[in-house]
């Protein structure tokens, strides 16, 4: 579904960045991306959407070069930033209705889609209203309609629990094991190592822009330990050594 | 509260022109972008301060070396008064950190001095770029006594206040206004739009006056003159006869006025400014959608319709671009009403316009297209594009036809008024409706080429986008240069060869354009931002 191999990508004038990442993701998958603030998940991700050029490397979805063939990737994924920054000056359900034509959803589908979800996330009633009225939370939930709204195969999403009521949370938790149940894909960053495990089967730990861990969850967390104390050992080893 | 606005302001000044972030930012690129921007406004001054040292020099040599320094003040101020107008609304009234105001212990006052300040610093600029030529060719052909100095750098440090305190005083009135309106950014730009039109035609107005005054004119030019500029704008008089005369009195009167009113402004603009804040602010939810049929369009449809309710939610947008297709349909109108001759003596001419006419159209549609900075209005809203399976030449192609379509109504009722007006032979009119055509689509494509080139989507209000960035500079004013400049070559060439030359630049319009169009579609949006 996706493949990273050795990306690499530095900010000019700047030694911040991602440095020879290489991760695999398949079908059914929920992979966990964790690390520090700064560590380079987002800027992992924003390659991965096509919305940060890189320097080196490769990034294939299904088998296609974002680099490549950005246009064919594009319409396979959907991507969703840690802070949603919509278009405040339409209405929710206009932003929705605009996302569907861009990924030119039948009426049909997207008005069934819309439905399901709105409903799901409890702001139907709140659609018709402009998005700068919104809450951050519901600013989230809509940008999580709007990702779900043309199907995707494969969901990138930076912090998607942020700002999110508990019963969201449960709900978002619920349509990421529906996708993949479905045959598609989850990459996405988190802060919350509890669901981090909970939730996902494969873990990958970043520090200073470095992949310093990554594989199947149960391999990387061992019996009686938590993925709280791994990261802990793993990535803050130069506080505690 | 001296410490508060010292503390607000040095905050507003940070944010000006992007000096904290050169300051502080690592990227090579911004750091160059911003001193290749700093090269460029310094040439636009020395140009500025060429030209005004130059028609100070005309002014002295034809004897009307005591209008001078009324001239310059009046001309400082009107220019303050038409830039500042636009923007005094949104400065004053800005959302950015608006909320973490409030929750800080700062008056509402200092919130409000501290942004008239800001204003103040950026015209202080202007007025001296005006005022500093103007005084030194005065200084060195007419020889004033010491006072003229000391008045003239008393009268420049104050000039900005009143120019500032009537656009902020029209501006606060205009969003108070729109504030209590349902479409509060459409109301805004057509009270503004109104204002700015209303100002143009009333000072167009008064400086024709001077027919009146033509048997005297012949006799005493400057008291002419002075007396049209009394009319226009007063305290330019004031401190003009201060400065010749070297009456401190009349200075210091004059500097008093301009506080009081100031004061008084700044009062009135505190009193409502939470009140007029919150209105503008505060948005209403009806929290009563029920799912309903949607209709599916084309990428292009979609792009487009996003495009239209981008533009109408921005008043600052709107009037900043409107400005040019409203100012053609008055230019047609007044030519339509009055004839030719008159608004060509009217707009203060110095040359025969008949030829032109079609050049002139499109030099004034040609001011501030919307597409000089509808990428750069993206803003923080950039990445959505980005993720999205967007082809370069749709998300382009949308921007362009939005700016196409604004002047399409101005540009049909222009053509319309003028064909009534001048009734013009078969060459003419083909003139009239095609090189219009083609400087709107130059103008058009040439801003969205700028912006392409100096985009900015780090910003933190659209003041910064609209009115301060390189883009709307170049981007806006760039376009309508070219043309003018196409209009002078058409006026000097012979006659005999008028309608060839028309051609000729119609034709390497049209072909710069298709060129800058081409090229446009080729860039890789993940490149910018």
Redesign the interface.
């Given at each position: 579904m996706l493949r990273i191999t050795n990306l690499t990508k530095h900010?000019?004038?700047?030694n911040k960045g991602v440095t020879d990442i290489s991760l695999t993701i398949e079908p059914g998958d929920i992979y966990a991306f964790i690390g520090h603030n700064g560590a380079g998940k987002t800027t992992t991700l924003?390659c991965v959407?096509?919305?940060?050029?890189f320097d080196k490397g490769e990034i294939l979805i299904n088998g296609t070069s974002i680099k490549e063939n950005?246009?064919?990737c594009?319409?396979q994924f959907a991507?969703i930033?840690d802070n949603p920054?919509?278009?405040?000056?339409?209405t929710?359900?206009?932003y929705l209705?605009?996302?569907?034509?861009?990924?030119?959803?039948?009426?049909k589908e997207?008005?069934m889609r819309?439905?399901k979800y709105?409903d799901a996330f409890e702001i139907?009633?709140?659609?018709?209203?402009?998005i700068?009225?919104y809450s951050h939370g519901m600013k989230q939930k809509l940008a999580i309609i709007s990702a779900l709204v043309h199907a995707p195969k494969l969901l990138i999403l930076d912090e998607p629990f942020v700002g999110l009521d508990p019963k969201a949370a449960v709900v978002l938790k619920e349509m990421m094991h529906e996708i993949c149940e479905s045959g598609g894909a989850i990459f996405f960053s988190t802060h919350v190592l509890d669901v981090a495990e909970k939730l996902c089967n494969k873990v990958a730990i970043i520090k200073d822009g470095v992949l310093i861990a990554s594989g199947n969850m149960d391999e990387i967390v061992k019996q009686g330990e938590s993925l709280e104390s791994i990261f802990m050992e793993v990535a803050c080893d130069d506080k505690t050594n | 509260m001296i410490r508060q606005i010292k503390y607000l302001t040095e905050l507003q000044l940070k944010n000006l022109y992007g000096l904290n972030v050169f300051k502080y930012t690592k990227d090579k690129k911004v750091k160059q972008k911003t001193i290749g921007l700093g090269v460029a406004m310094l040439f636009v001054v020395l140009m500025m301060a060429a030209y005004i040292g130059m028609a100070a020099y005309g002014y002295i040599m034809i004897g009307m070396a005591e209008v001078l320094p009324a001239y310059l003040i009046m001309l400082s101020s009107l220019v303050i008064l038409f830039f500042t107008v636009f923007k005094a609304g949104s400065v004053i009234f800005q959302q950015n950190a608006y909320d973490i105001l409030c929750s800080l212990p700062v008056s509402q006052t200092a919130i409000v001095v501290s942004r008239f300040i800001r204003m103040y610093v950026e015209n202080l600029f202007l007025t001296v770029i005006v005022m500093l030529p103007g005084i030194m060719v005065y200084g060195v052909m007419v020889k004033p006594g010491i006072s003229f100095y000391l008045i003239g750098c008393v009268v420049t440090i104050f000039i900005p206040l009143i120019p500032i305190t009537i656009a902020t005083f029209l501006g606060a009135l205009v969003t108070a206004i729109a504030s209590r309106m349902k479409h509060k950014s459409l109301v805004s730009a057509t009270l503004m739009i109104l204002l700015v039109v209303g100002i143009m035609l009333g000072t167009s107005s008064l400086s024709t006056m001077e027919d009146q005054f033509s048997i005297d004119m012949l006799q005493n030019l400057s008291k002419v003159v002075l007396a049209v500029i009394e009319k226009i704008y007063p305290p330019a008089i004031w401190f003009g006869t201060a400065m010749v005369s070297g009456d401190f009195l009349m200075c210091f009167a004059s500097i008093a006025g301009g506080l009081v009113a100031f004061m008084v402004t700044i009062a009135l603009v505190s009193a409502k400014f939470h009140e007029i804040c919150r209105s503008l602010y505060s948005t209403t939810a009806k929290h009563n959608y029920r799912m309903e049929h949607l209709k599916k369009t084309s990428v292009l449809g979609a792009l487009y319709k996003r495009e239209l309710k981008r533009y109408f939610s921005s008043s600052i947008y709107v009037t900043n671009t409107i400005v040019g297709p409203v100012l053609a349909v008055v230019y047609s109108g007044a030519v339509f009403g009055i004839g030719l001759d008159k608004v060509q003596k009217a707009l203060g001419l110095p040359i025969d316009v008949k030829g032109v006419v079609p050049f002139l159209l499109a030099v004034i549609f040609s001011v501030m297209t919307t597409t000089c900075t509808s990428v750069s209005m993206e803003g923080k809203e950039w990445w959505i594009v980005k993720s999205l399976p967007v082809r370069t030449k749709e998300l382009l192609d949308s921007k362009l036809l939005w700016g196409l379509s604004l002047a399409a109504p101005f540009y049909i009722i222009s053509e319309i008024l003028l064909i009534w007006a001048l009734k013009p032979d078969f060459m003419e009119l083909l003139w009239l409706v095609f090189v219009p055509l083609i400087c709107i689509l130059f103008s058009n494509v040439f801003g969205l080429t700028i912006n392409l080139k100096m985009p900015v989507f780090n910003w933190e209000s659209e003041v910064n986008v609209v009115k301060q960035s390189a883009s709307s500079m170049i981007g806006g004013l760039g376009g309508c240069a070219i043309v003018l400049v196409c209009m002078l070559l058409v006026l000097f060439v012979p006659a005999s060869y008028t309608n060839v030359f028309k051609f000729i630049i119609s034709l390497i319009l049209a072909g710069v354009t298709f060129y800058l169009y081409r090229k446009n579609n080729t860039v890789n949006l993940q490149e910018l931002g």
């Open positions: 900010y000019k004038g700047s924003k959407a096509g919305i940060h050029g950005p246009l064919l594009k319409q991507y930033p920054d919509l278009y405040e000056y339409l929710g359900i206009q209705n605009f996302i569907a034509d861009i990924f030119e959803v039948p009426e997207r008005e819309i439905e709105a139907t009633a709140s659609l018709g209203d402009l700068s009225s | -």
